[in-house]
């Protein structure tokens, strides 16, 4: 019987691969190692918490006894490793803490990963969930592929690349079974508003305004956060072992188009007049070292596994802004206390 580490399961993209897999693989037992960090809420999994093939247990990934404990306790068979810091902005500010839990937290799980299965790899697979970023930033032409090389730009992308880095460095000294996917921008239900879209879900509710950074020129490749969870079930499954597989929906958006885009679906939803949300817009000061444009070229994971995304990105907005307007009290809850001392620092 399998007995999958999931990394980060109360986080955003986390909860709804736990989710996939509590509910879709119920011979399968899933643990689901998570510190509870500013990202991390259990309200995002409550409708599974009871299933009898689920278990949660409240840890750092770099807590190497505890980590260790986790394998023998649970019989770890395999682990799909999402746990991260993984906000840029917050990233400038301390990029320590990046480097611990990216770096160091992903090299703990390796190593325990090495010690539990050393005598026999076989049957068994890590799986690290990475970022398009790691490649850097695009001109207006041109897409990542499996092949471009790394050159990470922001201290994330920097902790992330050296993950991956390190994940393949075990796959070729110790011969881990490693598979890897690197995704482009998530959106949906869950994501913790200090990310772009339910910022600006959540300032457009509140008639707050809404920061644009520099002139909003840059471009960013949008997937619906279900659909990346059915891509790692996929490469879980059948992707080849070893291999790099990109993510992403071919679905390039400039941030200031998605922000009128969000304007006028709320002006509707809200019942205010068509163009009043956008009288929100403030142009800001620009991230440092902002990337330009990201666009994954998915077509291997297309090719080879059958995946592709199921919803068109107006759909999936629509869905988006809906979960946030229906779940009033998540929003209030994870928007108070800490998050406003975060907000007013960031955005003084
Ligand atoms: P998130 O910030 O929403 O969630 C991260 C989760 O990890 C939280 O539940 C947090 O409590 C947990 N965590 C953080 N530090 C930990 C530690 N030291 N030990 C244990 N748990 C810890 O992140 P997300 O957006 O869901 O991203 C998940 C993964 O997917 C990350 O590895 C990220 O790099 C990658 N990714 C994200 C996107 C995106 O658009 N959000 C796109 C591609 C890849
Ligand atoms: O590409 C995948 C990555 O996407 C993931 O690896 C990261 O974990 C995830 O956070 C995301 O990174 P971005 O920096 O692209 O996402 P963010 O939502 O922070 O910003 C999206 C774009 O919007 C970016 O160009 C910056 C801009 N932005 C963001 C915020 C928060 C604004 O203009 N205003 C804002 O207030």
């Known amino acids: 019987m399998k007995s999958i580490l999931i990394t980060g399961g109360a986080g955003f993209i986390g909860s709804h691969v736990v989710r996939l897999f509590v509910k879709k693989y119920p011979n399968y037992k899933i643990v689901n190692l998570d510190a509870l960090t500013y990202a991390g809420n259990l309200e995002n999994i409550v409708d599974i918490e009871d299933s009898p093939n689920y278990k949660f247990i409240k840890g750092d990934i770099c807590d190497e006894s505890l980590v260790t404990q986790i394998f023998k306790e649970e019989n770890i068979t ?33 190593n325990a990963f090495v010690s539990a299965w050393k005598e026999n790899f076989e049957g068994h697979v890590f799986y690290h969930v990475s970022t398009d970023e790691v ?78 950074y520099g002139k909003g020129e840059n471009v960013r490749d949008w997937l619906y956060v279900i659909d990346h969870a059915r891509a790692i079930d996929e490469v879980f499954h059948n992707g080849k072992m070893g291999e790099t597989y990109n993510i992403g929906g071919f679905n390039e958006w400039k941030n200031i188009d998605i922000v009128h885009l969000l304007c006028s679906i709320m002006d509707k939803k809200l019942g205010r007049q068509e163009g009043e949300s956008s009288k ?26 059958g995946w592709k995304p199921s919803l068109q990105f107006e759909e999936g907005l629509e869905k988006t802004v809906d979960w946030y307007l229906e779940n009033e009290e998540w929003l209030e809850r994870v928007t108070s206390g800490a998050y406003q001392t975060y907000y007013k620092e960031h955005y003084a």
């Open 78 to 110: 395999d682990v799909i490793h999402l746990a991260a810091e993984s906000h840029v902005d917050r990233s400038i500010k301390d990029p320590l803490s990046f480097v611990r839990t990216n770096v160091f937290g992903t090299v703990t799980l390796l």
């Open 280 to 305: 929100l817009i403030t142009f800001v000061t620009d991230r440092a070292g902002h990337d330009l444009r990201y666009a994954i070229d998915a077509s291997k994971a297309m090719n080879e596994l």
């Open 135 to 212: 490649y850097g930033s695009l001109d207006e032409g041109g897409y990542f592929l499996e092949t471009t090389p790394y050159d990470p730009q922001s201290p994330y992308s920097a902790s992330k690349a050296s993950s991956d880095h390190f994940v393949r460095a075990y796959a070729n000294t110790y011969k881990l079974p490693i598979k890897l996917t690197n995704c482009s921008n998530n959106y949906g239900p869950n994501q913790f508003p200090e990310k772009l879209i339910p910022l600006m879900i959540n300032n457009i509710k509140n008639n707050q305004p809404l920061p644009v």
